[in-house]
């Protein structure tokens, strides 16, 4: 529906579709309670907002392991104790002001929650990857392109945030993905009081990004994956957790502060540091593993030619206040490599 007035879609209601939309709403007012939307085909959008106020309260969106759920283009959409389930994407924001309390969002395919401008406010609910439940590609409604949904950094992400996005979540729990978060193009990612299980690459990837945590835990698999990656950008934590990885933070250019919670790693490292800063205060590291080549904290700054033609270190420093470290019989402490410039 689009034009003026309002679109109201009582209890009950049952709307089955093959590609297209199940409901479209531009320029109006839209209240959708109870209802059940069920699609199929690649190309099928459960709710489609491009403008007006939307609410949908305790409605269930279904797309058979294939479509997106919700696509926002603009406007202001509100979800509460709704479901997102067996879709390829959960929900797609390009523009627009989202809030989802309750229900949850189960998807197979690139990510369960993509924005990638204007602002999202997510709390209490889930987001969970089904695994082999899609198709090996997923036509990309964005771009018209296809998406390879295993290979690849944002391959089964639960949440990535790009374009200047603001995304804020607070008891949100990512469990089964590959790459819990991704942020890139300067996005910005609040939580609060959450967790993320993954089983890919990494627990957050920052391809270009900025991002606050409190009270999180983020989880691996226990053989592979990094609970955290910087390529570049700024992070503050406070009271979390990386456990169950292999590396604990790996850092090629930015600044991180950590204040308090705790690394628990099995291989290689638990902070690598390449370029930028690293503060640690009051916090636990623990090695899980049996390499007697695994370090604590790495530091491997590049040498790089300066404007003058001469050959200078990058300036990459680790401070560590009261940490407590457990394991070091079996890795090193500290490694900072020797460079002769």
């Keep these: ?63 058979n392991n294939q479509g997106t759920g919700l696509y926002m283009a603009q406007g202001a959409v509100r979800l509460k ?59 990309d409604a964005d771009t018209g392109t296809v998406t390879n949904t295993v290979a690849g950094v944002g391959a089964g992400a639960g949440v990535e945030v790009s374009n200047l996005a603001k995304v804020m979540m607070k008891e949100v729990n990512i469990e089964g993905v590959k790459t819990g978060a991704y942020v890139m193009g300067s996005g910005f990612l609040v939580m609060g009081k959450g967790s993320i299980s993954f089983k890919g690459e990494y627990g957050i990837y920052f391809d270009q990004g900025y991002a606050v945590l409190n009270d999180v835990h983020i989880t691996g698999s226990g053989h592979q994956g990094t609970g955290i990656k910087m390529g570049y950008g700024q992070l503050l934590m406070v009271d979390t957790t990386l456990k169950e990885v292999a590396e604990g933070m790996t850092i090629v250019k930015g600044n991180v502060s950590m204040d308090k919670g705790s690394i628990e790693f099995k291989r290689e490292h638990g902070v690598l540091l390449k370029q930028g800063s690293v503060l640690l205060n009051n916090l636990s590291m623990k090695y899980m593993g049996n390499d007697s080549d695994a370090t604590f904290l790495k530091v491997e700054a590049d040498s790089v030619v300066d404007k003058k033609g001469e050959r200078v270190l990058n300036t990459a420093d680790i401070k560590a206040i009261g940490i407590k470290i457990d394991g070091q019989a079996k890795a090193r402490g500290v490694y900072f490599p020797f460079y002769v410039l």
């Design 81 to 139: 104790d709704t479901t997102l389930r067996d879709v390829a994407k959960g929900m797609t924001i390009s523009e627009g002001v989202v809030h989802m309390e309750g229900g949850s969002v189960t998807f197979s395919g690139r990510y369960g929650i993509s924005v990638s401008g204007g602002n999202a406010f997510f709390s209490g609910f889930k987001i969970t990857r089904q695994e082999n439940k899609g198709t090996g590609t997923v036509p």
């Design 1 to 63: 529906m689009t034009g003026g007035g309002t679109l109201t879609v009582e209890k009950e209601t049952e709307i089955q579709f093959k590609d297209g939309y199940g409901v479209m709403v531009g320029g109006v007012n839209a209240h959708l309670t109870g209802a059940t939307i069920t699609g199929s085909g690649s190309g099928s959008t459960g709710v489609y907002a491009m403008g007006g106020k939307v609410l949908l309260e305790k409605v269930v969106v279904e797309g």
